[in-house]
């Protein structure tokens, strides 16, 4: 396999580059540099809002429903000068995960009233799919929607559902039907989080940081056309967003950012006098994650290349999603490991750089922020998305032909 770009795309990647330079704003930039914290939802819509005016807001969409028409190894460029320049990621839930079902499943007047405050990023969007006792095992949900009349009643508990606090409307999983097998009763249906009957309450994670909710739903009636396709097909639809979700959540350019700052950090911080970077036993750490990484980011290349592959594609995401993370987990531990103590430095409540400002406690450098609660964020990492047991199932099944 050729590792260079073609000549069109580098001239893309210059494109992208210059675009950036002059439109992300610093302030934004900024605060995204220093890792995990839930992007402010007023970051998220600027940002989305300048893409669309660029026409760059959906690079996944096919170009009939706004798309830019790029190829897959030109998103991939995109993404990874995006992150280069510290630029947040755009609202998941609605332009990659809920867009998609949307736009192959759903009726022209779905296609027409959702599509549009999507791509804007106007209207935000919260993923109603885990319940408290439904994760790994989605299809014992319990949430049930029934007919009435032109409407549903929906009742239920969803969990974790992330930026359910940005978002005005989620796209859930419901029973609609008990008589028949789990999969089959289960229906897709966008409901407006402003409906009576609607709680939205938040859940702190343990890095103190506000980004999953739980949502309540109590006799919320919802009209019977916010249905995408057909009643109890939600299963269907729900596994196509799956490996969508799976297919982007390798995070290559993620882990290569950590990989920068746990440099950084090592080149400042020295033991016995001794710069930690040109200490052996983390030096060899630090290149092995590397290798890993690299190795990585050439099977994502190989996928987006289509290269033929006796795989099933299906356990071809897995795969990258349980290296993905892994890595992500492995990098942002070494960058803790090599601020040591220092790393704790979250406890204080000052970790958050929306709230706290680095320049007001000169003891800490600069790169200290942010390490603590990324580490401890990438611990869910091999949760969402399909819990890592899940993924090694999956893989074993479908590659392994069990
Ligand atoms: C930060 C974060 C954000 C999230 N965002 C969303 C969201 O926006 N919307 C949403 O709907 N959900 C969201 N989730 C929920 C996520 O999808 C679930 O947490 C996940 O599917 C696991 O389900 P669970 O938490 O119920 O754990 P369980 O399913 O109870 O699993 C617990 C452990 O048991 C293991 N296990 C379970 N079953 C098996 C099995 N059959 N074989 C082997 N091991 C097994 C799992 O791998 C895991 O290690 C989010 C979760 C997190 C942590």
């Known amino acids: 396999m050729e590792f260079t770009h073609a000549p069109e795309d580098e001239a893309f990647r210059a494109e992208v580059r210059a675009f950036l330079a002059e439109h992300l704003p610093k302030d934004l930039a900024h605060r995204h540099y220093y890792g995990f914290h839930p992007v402010p939802k007023a970051d ?5 809002q300048i893409l669309n005016d660029k026409g760059w807001a959906t690079p996944h969409w096919p170009v009939e ?101 940005y978002a005005s409307w989620g796209f859930f999983l419901v029973r609609t039907d008990s008589t028949v097998k789990p999969q089959r009763g289960i229906s897709f249906l966008m409901i407006d989080l402003a409906t009576p009957g609607v709680t939205v309450r938040p859940i702190t994670l343990f890095n103190g940081m506000h980004y999953v909710n739980e949502i309540f739903l109590d006799n919320v009636r919802v009209p019977a056309d916010n249905l995408i396709g057909e ?64 190795a990585l980011e050439f099977s994502v290349l190989r996928v987006l290349a289509d290269e033929k592959t006796r795989w099933d594609p299906t356990a071809v995401a897995s795969v990258l999603k349980i290296r993905g993370s892994e890595i992500q987990q492995r990098v942002t531990e070494l960058a803790m490991e090599a601020l040591g103590p220092r790393s704790l430095r979250s406890i204080d409540g000052l970790d958050d750089p929306v709230i706290g400002d680095a320049a007001q406690l000169p003891r800490w450098p600069d ?23 899940i993924q090694k199932t999956i893989i074993s099944k479908l590659a392994f032909q069990l």
């Open 231 to 294: 009643e109890g097909a939600g299963w269907k639809y729900a596994k196509f967003l799956l490996d969508n979700e799976r297919t982007s959540s390798a995070f290559v350019h993620f882990s290569r950012h950590w990989l920068e700052r746990t440099r950084e950090i090592a080149r400042r911080e020295t033991v016995d006098g001794v710069p930690l970077i040109e200490d052996t036993t983390f030096a060899r750490k630090l290149a092995a994650v590397e290798i890993d990484l690299q």
């Open 367 to 389: 790169d200290v922020v942010g390490v603590n609660s990324t580490m401890l964020q990438t611990r869910a990492v091999t949760i969402y998305g399909g819990a890592k047991e």
């Open 65 to 165: 429903y706004g798309g830019p028409g790029w190829s897959p190894i030109q998103q991939h460029i995109f993404e990874e000068e995006c992150a280069r320049a510290h630029a947040p990621d755009i609202s998941w839930q609605g332009v990659r995960l809920a867009a998609p079902v949307v736009y192959t499943f759903g009726s022209p007047e779905q296609k027409e009233r959702f599509l549009p405050g999507m791509r804007s990023g106007e209207v935000l969007w919260a993923q109603g799919f885990s319940e408290p006792n439904a994760g790994s095992d989605l299809a014992s949900l319990k949430t049930t929607a029934v007919r009435d009349g032109d409407h549903y009643i929906v009742n239920g508990q969803k969990t974790w559902s992330s930026e359910g606090h």
């Open 44 to 48: 998220l819509q600027r940002w989305n």
